[in-house]
């Protein structure tokens, strides 16, 4: 039984759902991190590495059963910009591994943290092509490269990530289907190692490249690699909508992990809005009846918004 699977069946107590951690760059720039920088979160694999894995435990400790690594961002062509050579590259994505499973760990070897709970998992975050490109193409897509240039960029960093001791992948943010069906077909490579699958969307039937959700996850349906489907870093607004549209199409479990609700003004390079971790958790009751059974939050999220989250889950 694939780790996704597990988790579920043992978490009856939350009417069969896993709660996902939140956001990492937002927490790392709330505790001081400068992320203005084309590697965002990963910069901080460089400079500061504690302090990820002090974000991973907090999130753990506010009730979240998935660590997502800081790894989103993280490619051999990202840190070759720094200065850094393959070896070292890898060796960074291999300790983003590393810090959550410690953190994991550290967490779990309390026995007061175990009540009611099933081990955390660590899951190794795949970003799009379009995270590389660092101008937003995660959210548009529309790639200038073929099939094969995609799989040449996504093989290395996969080779390196399917052997870090991450109990699965969180292949997230995927603007088209073409790029998550080039991933699904790659991770056969890999087998067996797991994954989830999460598109952005711009509205509550289309992926951010417009393709309709539902014919992505149906094609994705045949890959059994893939342990889940769903959508993250997208408007809480338009969740319900999609995982309908999902559940219609797919018999995988559905994952939804939406920003916080805030808009972001990209003329004045600021977020507007507070909407609280109060109505994010109200929200996510409704995602969980639509069909979500693993839910968490993207941008703008926080420890906050996860406790809440679990506590209405619950």
């Keep these: 039984m694939n780790p996704i699977a597990q988790h579920l069946a043992g978490s009856a107590l939350r009417g069969g759902t896993m709660i996902l951690d939140g956001a990492l760059a937002t927490e790392l720039e709330a505790r001081g991190a400068n992320l203005h920088d084309p590697l965002w979160s990963a910069k901080i694999l460089i400079e500061q590495p504690a302090l990820i894995r002090a974000v991973h435990r907090d999130y753990f400790l506010a009730g979240a059963d998935v660590a997502t690594t800081a790894t989103y961002q993280a490619s051999f062509e990202g840190f070759a910009r720094r200065g850094l050579d393959a070896a070292a590259a890898a060796a960074l994505m291999r300790n983003a591994v ?13 026995a007061a943290n175990r009540h009611g709970r099933l081990r955390p998992l660590v899951a190794a975050s795949v970003g799009p092509y379009g995270a590389l490109l660092a101008d937003g193409s995660e959210y548009r897509g529309n790639y200038q490269l073929s099939d094969s240039e995609l799989r040449d960029f996504h093989r290395p960093r996969l080779a390196v990530l399917t052997a870090s001791g991450a109990d699965l992948l969180a292949i997230e943010t995927l603007p088209c289907e073409r790029e998550a069906l080039v991933l699904a077909q790659l991770l056969q490579e890999f087998a067996p190692v797991p994954a989830w699958i999460a598109f952005s969307c711009r509205d509550g039937q289309h992926t951010a ?4 959700i539902g014919d992505c996850v149906a094609r994705l349906e045949p890959f059994t690699q893939v342990v ?8 809480p607004g338009f969740i319900v909508s999609l995982l309908q549209e999902m559940s219609r199409r797919t ?12 808009q972001y003004d990209g003329d004045a390079h600021r977020w507007r809005g507070n909407p609280g971790p109060e109505s994010f958790a109200a ?16 941008c703008r999220t926080t420890p906050a918004d996860i406790s809440a989250l679990r506590q209405a889950l619950s």
């Design 228 to 235: 889940a489907v769903g959508v993250n870093c997208t408007q």
């Design 283 to 298: 929200a996510a009751i409704s995602w969980r009846a639509a069909g979500a059974k693993l839910i968490g939050g993207c």
């Design 98 to 110: 590393d810090l959550a499973r410690s953190a994991r760990d550290e967490f779990w070897s309390d």
């Design 251 to 262: 018999d995988k479990p559905l994952l939804a992990y939406p920003n916080s609700g805030e």
């Design 209 to 212: 490249e417009g393709q309709r």
